[in-house]
């Protein structure tokens, strides 16, 4: 549904907000709790997981961890933003850090002046893209891109916390609402996504290897994951469906470059997208520069 300016702005009171696409289809979840809960469902399955166990290498039917090999008909690799400490997949997906805030508690009023009263997510389309959300003990939870992208694919905990891009987060709400007035920040973190050398998201199987692999989802894998899970299923029983013959299954995106190169690309990348946002905000047309960007990195 698309909805104009003076539509969006009786339904949701943002400022500077020029239009908008409305789906009901919109919902949020706690990751957390919904692995855990996926977790309770397979062991109560008779499934058991295993933990605290690293795997340093994959190889046909089998996989190296600290503590032996462990050999299957199937291996599936859903290692996300952690593929490349795996020897052999250093450069199959680069880990992007996406961050957030969580504002402190707001009072009923400033849900029912701005219309948020009903616990919707959102987001909007500039490049360097936000999200957001109202959560159920009334604060806004909002994160974004913006992160630099770390040699070597490196990860840390310590990349979760950014003042410079959460900092800009807490600016953009005020921006967008000030009815919020001075709002302060109770809570910052963060996380690494995946993205592959052409941002697609793939899931396949190799039949001779016993290799299947599913991931890459640049963000997007709460839902895409359960969608993946189950095209898993259908490609390891042998089972041709709807499913199988989607265009993503047994993609193959190609390699990262080797560094330094990654490193300058993603960077610059990030740097070009955000002065595009920058400029746009500015003088309200699109700026070329972000299409070249989106060209060269294959987004």
Request: proline share 5%; net charge negative.
């Amino acid at each position: 549904m698309l909805l104009s300016a003076t539509e969006i702005r009786e339904r949701l009171c943002i400022a500077g907000c020029l239009g908008a696409v409305y789906t009901p289809h919109g919902a949020a979840v706690d990751p957390a709790r919904l692995a855990r809960g996926l977790a309770d469902a397979v062991e109560g399955l008779g499934v058991p997981i295993y933990e605290r166990t690293p795997v340093t290498g994959i190889a046909s039917h089998a996989l190296e961890t600290a503590y032996g090999t462990v050999k299957a008909e199937v291996v599936v690799r859903a290692t996300e933003a952690l593929t490349p400490l795996i020897t052999g997949y250093e450069r199959h997906v680069v880990p992007i850090y996406s961050l957030m805030i969580g504002t402190e508690p707001l009072p009923d009023s400033f849900w029912d002046e701005v219309g948020w009263s009903d616990h919707e997510v959102f987001g909007d389309f500039r490049h360097l893209i936000f999200y957001a959300m109202h959560t159920d003990d009334g604060r806004i939870a909002i994160g974004g891109r913006g992160a630099p992208y770390h040699f070597n694919s490196r990860l840390s905990e310590a990349y979760e916390r950014v003042p410079a891009v959460q900092d800009h987060l807490l600016d953009l709400v005020r921006t967008l609402f000030p009815q919020a007035g001075e709002v302060e920040v109770t809570h910052r973190w963060g996380g690494a996504i995946a993205a592959s050398r052409d941002w697609y998201s793939s899931v396949g199987l190799d039949g001779e290897t016993g290799i299947a692999w599913a991931g890459a989802y640049v963000g997007d894998g709460v839902a895409t994951t359960n969608l993946a899970g189950r095209t898993l299923r259908d490609l390891i029983r042998g089972e041709d469906t709807g499913l199988t013959r989607l265009p993503w299954v047994n993609h193959r995106s190609k390699l990262w470059e080797p560094e330094p190169f990654r490193w300058l690309g993603v960077n610059a990348a990030l740097k070009a997208m955000s002065s595009a946002d920058a400029a746009e905000a500015r003088n309200g047309r699109p700026a070329k520069r972000a299409g070249l960007t989106k060209k060269l990195i294959g987004g």
